[in-house]
């Protein structure tokens, strides 16, 4: 997350990667990069996201956004880095949606500077409602390690245009989690996560899920959690084969007007 991934972790975590990535070798059936075409956000941001649409649209009927946030090791401007492992397994989501003929579209941004600035994260939506017929009602945030901790300052930037949030092995800071109380949120992490720790984070301001999910359940909301025992930090690829997953993103809607993404909405 914070700092260049390709250091001293990189070497404690390449193995899980790799194995990862071995078991996530599509077959012809299952989504490729090539099948997501490239784009750039027209703005002064140039923000570089590859993007699908799953089909089965019907009677013109708006469709679900997912944008998936990678970790800090995918950064760049290539447009494609951010794909690796099959999307870190994200792609599992566009998978099961092709196979039950359920339309959405699915996007992957990268980012630069190992961080996700809440506004680089919004141009790709604004970009995305433009392109495709979307319901603004149905943005869904998701993102993995760095990616983790940019679904929880995207929602707090903008509290009220996301319907939901799946961060995974990420963290964030105590401070905004009041006005996410009541965005539905699932969150995941690995117990003996080895890199963020799911208590304490990076031992710093920032805390990891098991405390944020606590934190927020404190204040009245409901986050579902999902703690995988034994498991480390990348576990992602489990964590979006779960079966409930998409059913539960794709069930969660706002509420009254939905958001123009054009300001922060407070």
């Known amino acids: 997350m914070l700092g260049s991934f390709f250091g001293a972790r990189t070497w404690r975590l390449l193995p899980a990667l790799l194995f990862c990535w071995t078991c996530a070798r599509p077959s012809a059936a299952e989504l490729e990069d090539a099948d997501l075409a490239k784009f ?140 996410i109380r009541d965005v539905p949120q699932w969150a995941f992490h690995g117990a003996e996560d080895d890199d963020t720790d799911i208590e304490t984070g990076y031992d710093g301001a920032m805390l990891g899920s098991r405390a944020v999910v606590r934190a927020l359940r404190a204040m009245g909301g409901t986050p579902r959690y999902t703690e995988y025992a034994g498991e480390k930090h990348v576990i992602w690829a489990r964590a979006y084969a779960e079966d409930a997953l998409l059913p539960w993103m794709l069930d969660q809607r706002l509420r009254g007007k939905p958001c123009d993404f054009a300001a922060p909405a407070r």
């Open 40 to 179: 750039w956000t027209p703005d002064a941001q140039h923000v570089p996201y590859r993007a699908i649409e799953t089909p089965g649209r019907r009677n013109h009927e708006r469709l679900p956004l997912i944008v998936f946030l990678h970790g800090d090791w995918q950064d760049g401007t290539d447009n494609e880095s951010q794909l690796a492992g099959r999307g870190n397994g994200s792609y599992e989501l566009v998978d099961t949606a092709r196979d039950g003929g359920i339309p959405l579209v699915y996007v992957v941004p990268q980012t630069t500077g190992a961080y996700w600035l809440p506004d680089r994260v919004v141009a790709v939506v604004r970009d995305a409602l433009a392109r495709w017929p979307i319901d603004p009602r149905r943005v869904y945030l998701t993102g993995i390690s760095d990616g983790g901790t940019g679904v929880w300052d995207v929602l707090k930037a903008y509290p009220r245009c996301f319907a939901a949030g799946v961060p995974m092995s990420g963290m964030t800071e105590l401070a905004g989690l009041g006005s």
